[in-house]
């Protein structure tokens, strides 16, 4: 396995790659690797030649009284995992060697980042997508992988990538989850005892709205409100969002019909969690 | 010589010409072709083993009160042109083909598009880097051609190129003239006989500030000064903006030091004409 830092080194293994005719498969990631970002690497592993991941806290995402300092971070138990599931390429790159003195270009997605978490934080998105696009451009995959866990993040890359006609492949595997079903998450690091137990209500919530719907319930504001009561009831939780949205366009969902995402965004103390579950109606 | 109307079609013709190898030159156009987009496909010629070109008037990058409707079009004439010279792809797609329902991405280098044009035009320069970028994700060209007649629009394309790290190469071509000095512009198709006279002075005057420099002037307002008294006493010209820059930042340059950008807009009637001269102080 071998660890870059350098863009251009990165460049020069890629094309070596490519000119043998290798597929490239990439994940990109923030590091602190759980069993989330393994199971896109592995599932990248299975599907290319070639798999690079990336760990690059990206300063441009996080807002400016977000957690971007405290971002939990361990390089070398990254590259252990990393290596013990067959990744080819650690690219480890330095905040300038991204964002070098001068920097002044981004990418946005409009509309469809201006609700759910793109509405509780401003300007995540164009970091979003302006990191993905440069990294794309660098790595140049046959295909990326990304979680559903981030559901919106997924819509608002493949939707970058389509309308830049890019040529890369945007693959979105299923959420990981822990055994109370708690989703995967780096900032899963940041609960307290108490706190990480409470946080098991978000997918148990997720789980009852789904037995709502399953048993016929189309109208998306019992939804929401079954939700809310649920986790206000029994935890002290801050609620940042639930919303019932289409899930290709993230347009509201009044009445459910078609295929539906319920995603919601909860504070436990400091740490804002998300999670989602897709139906179809 | 293969005419191209979708990007999927494209796509595949590049795809066939990478795998044996070729290099691709690339020159993304407006149509209505003249001396100086033929100059700037001759040297994709050149230096390429396959030269695409793309005919294409980006409605993003014109404002509402713009010229996008009545800019000039002349597909047949601009075929011919390109055959005579070798083109080996001419790319002419639909409106909806590089923007169709829903689309929402745009790509937006800053602070070196607040001056000069982009000052005038809001939102033009936005326009340009998505099509391009766009673009050169379709053609994936070894090497792309522009012109120095549109210095802020090359120094633009440069940076996002740098910035998000895409494989081409930017090569900016000097300006063709007429033989009385005025730039080569499909909108000189716009002049009046007595606009088009007039706008000779554009160059002389140009001419005349890089022969102050050249007697020893620094002083970026006197020669601004000049331009401006010369334009206003010969013609009936309305001046948009005289500017004198650092040619690699486009900041202000009060006191002429280094590369130096003397740039300029101008209206003839209804047409906004541009021209610009680079200087080594």
Redesign the interface.
């Known amino acids: 396995m071998r660890i870059v830092e350098k863009?251009a080194d990165l460049?020069t293994i890629i094309r070596a790659q490519k000119r043998e005719g290798k597929t490239i498969g990439f994940v990109p990631t923030m590091g602190y690797l759980h069993k989330g970002h393994l199971s896109l690497i592995e599932t990248s592993i299975r599907h290319n030649d070639f798999t690079v991941i990336s760990i690059f806290v990206n300063p441009t995402q996080f807002g400016p009284n977000e957690d971007f300092d405290r971002y939990p971070r361990d390089i070398e138990g990254d590259l252990k995992k990393a290596e013990s599931v067959g990744v080819d390429v650690v690219f480890i790159p330095a905040k300038e060697e991204m964002y070098p003195q001068g920097?002044?270009?981004?990418?946005?997605?409009?509309?469809?980042t201006d609700s759910l978490c793109g509405k509780s934080r401003p300007g995540h998105f164009r970091g979003v997508?302006?990191i993905v696009?440069?990294l794309f451009?660098?790595v140049?995959p046959d295909r990326a992988y990304f979680g559903q866990k981030d559901a919106q993040q997924a819509l608002v890359i493949k939707?970058?990538v389509e309308?830049?006609?890019?040529?890369v492949e945007v693959i979105v595997c299923p959420i990981v989850r822990e055994e109370d079903g708690l989703a995967m998450s780096s900032r899963n690091a940041y609960l307290s005892d108490e706190e990480r137990k409470s946080a098991a209500i978000l997918y148990e919530s997720l789980l009852e709205a789904k037995e709502m719907v399953e048993m016929g319930e189309r109208d998306g504001k019992k939804i929401v409100g079954h939700i809310k009561n649920k986790i206000e009831s029994k935890t002290n939780a801050e609620i940042d969002y639930i919303e019932v949205v289409k899930a290709s366009t993230l347009e509201n969902a009044d009445i459910l019909e078609g295929e539906i995402l319920i995603a919601l965004a909860v504070k436990f103390g400091q740490t804002r969690l998300i999670d989602n579950i897709t139906l179809s109606c």
């Open positions: 863009i460049k920097y002044m270009t981004y990418v946005n997605v409009e509309k469809i997508t302006t696009n440069k451009n660098i140049e939707k970058m309308d830049l006609n890019m040529n």
